[in-house]
């Protein structure tokens, strides 16, 4: 019988509740067992563990959030964090990790392999960067929030004759701002991948405006770079990461703009509404494929890897191929979205 210790790590997605639920029950069906850590990688430091049993994965598969709690910390910036994980694995007797999570979890999990302790990492995040998939859990819902959010801004846009920054997330990657665009019908799109400029955006807008479009709906990642000139004013998290909420983007592409076209322009930060909402059918089906992947897999003895998407396959890939990696958009995408802009 194996035991496996389950918990989620990185920044929430819709679909975590689905991915729980989907490696529980495909542990029962091989009579192994599964054990919860709360809030992540703080429960499995101060080993606070729940049985996860039939009755805990009951009716949780359309809850947005994490029924087991999730934290976004390194443990290995403290070696009493790790010697803790590693007495804590021992003493619950588990045969591996299976966590839920990001790049930095990727990172996170190669690292504890080098220790000894293994484990199979599922790919969640609304950003959709971890690369070694083509999809997270998360993403979809994400850009269906994004979409709808377009769809209001729409009216507004139109009634006041105004042009509309939408800022979404998405750390280092334009994924979430290149699908939500594209399926909310963005008149552009900007994105960390492509460089742009200012002259560029206002020059498409003044063309709409003379083509008798008395609105404009620019969307644009988080984690785009600054008008030029525009100083940075980066915070960074435990990770090295860019706390983009601090750096204003879309407020900063919102004064340069209305300066040089002098449309009235407003600014939407969509921020941590992309994190909620009932999972879609996609972000369901796909936690649940990876979720019983990981438990077939590791019952094949397949350990210290990232199970992922690819075409219509499920995919298995050692950590230290997808360690270290980004998943940048694919330009593809870009190329369809610029046939609109
Ligand atoms: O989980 C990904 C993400 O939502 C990014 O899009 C965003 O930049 C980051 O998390 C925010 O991190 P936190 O939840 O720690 O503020």
Not at 127 to 144: E, Q
Not at 260 to 268: A, C, G
Request: net charge neutral.
């Amino acid at each position: 019988m194996k035991r496996y210790g389950i918990l989620c790590d990185g920044g929430d997605a819709p679909g975590i509740n689905a991915a729980i639920r989907a490696v529980a029950r495909e542990a029962y069906e091989k009579d192994d067992e599964v054990l919860g850590f709360i809030d992540g990688f703080i429960g499995l430091i101060k080993n606070d563990v729940r049985i996860i049993t039939k009755d805990v994965v009951s009716g949780i598969l359309p809850l947005p959030g994490s029924v087991l709690g999730i934290s976004r910390i390194n443990p290995f910036k403290d070696p009493k964090n790790v010697q803790a994980i590693k007495e804590n694995f021992r003493k619950n007797s588990l045969t591996l990790l299976v966590i839920i999570g990001d790049r930095d979890t990727v990172d996170i999990a190669k690292k504890f392999s080098d220790e000894g302790i293994p484990s199979i990492v599922i790919p969640k995040t609304i950003d959709n960067d971890v690369y070694g998939t083509d999809f997270t859990i998360g993403f979809d819902t994400a850009v269906t929030t994004i979409s709808s959010a377009l769809d209001n801004l729409h009216a507004t846009a139109s009634a006041h004759h105004r042009a509309m920054i939408v800022e979404t997330m998405g750390r280092e990657t334009g994924w979430l701002a290149l699908f939500g665009g594209i399926a909310g019908g963005a008149d552009y799109i900007i994105i960390p991948e492509i460089p742009y400029k200012m002259e560029e955006v206002a020059a498409h807008l003044a063309k709409r405006k003379k083509e008798g479009k008395n609105f404009s709906i620019v969307i644009v990642a988080e984690g785009a770079p600054l008008p030029e000139g525009k100083a940075e004013q980066k915070e960074y998290d435990e990770f090295g990461h860019p706390v983009n909420s601090k750096r204003m983007v879309g407020y900063t592409i919102m004064e340069e703009l209305e300066k040089i076209t002098h449309i009235k322009t407003r600014t939407t930060v969509l921020g941590y509404i992309q994190r909620g909402g009932i999972p879609t059918n996609t972000d369901r089906i796909l936690a649940t494929r990876l979720g019983v992947a990981a438990i077939k897999f590791a019952d094949k003895g397949k350990f210290n890897g990232l199970v992922g998407v690819c075409g219509r396959d499920i995919v298995f890939s050692p950590l230290e191929e997808v360690a270290g990696k980004i998943h940048s958009v694919n330009l593809e995408f870009y190329r369809l979205a610029k046939t609109f802009f």
